[in-house]
């Protein structure tokens, strides 16, 4: 079992950078496929982007492809989301889940979530 924990949230300019961290609990990290998923007001979670327990498979949601980044050091337990030229619209809340199993893209297929965090693109 693991324990998602986020961190790096926070106000960045369009256009601008910024790398959220999802750290996770337990000695089966690397037994895991970790994703982020995010949710605006009004709006349903939506995925945004996996990355397979060995960290060779990733997938993103067309919307953040070319400027969002997801990679993992399994020997710290943390996974990434480097999130580069954000538009207003990526503003959200953002959650890292984890499946112990293949990398999904649903968020109902993960078994543990994070309390997220907070990200606001504005100027």
């Known amino acids: 079992q693991v324990q998602p924990v986020e961190s790096g949230g926070g106000l960045v300019q369009p256009g601008g950078s910024l790398r959220l961290s999802c750290a996770a609990s337990?000695?089966?990290?690397?037994?895991?496929?970790i994703g982020w998923f995010r949710q605006a007001p009004g709006k349903e979670r939506e995925f945004v982007a996996a990355?397979?327990?060995?960290?060779?498979?990733?997938k993103y949601t067309d919307s953040v492809k070319g400027r969002f980044t997801i990679s993992r050091d399994n020997a710290k337990n943390t996974v990434y989301l480097q999130m580069n030229s954000p538009k207003a619209e990526d503003t959200a809340i953002y959650y890292c889940?984890?499946?112990?199993?293949?990398?999904?893209?649903?968020?109902?297929?993960?078994?543990?979530w994070g309390q997220g965090t907070q990200v606001t693109v504005s100027s």
């Open positions: 889940a984890a499946r112990r199993a293949g990398l999904g893209t649903v968020a109902s297929e993960y078994d543990y």
């Open positions: 990355i397979s327990m060995s960290g060779t498979i990733r």
């Open positions: 337990g000695r089966t990290f690397s037994s895991y496929a």
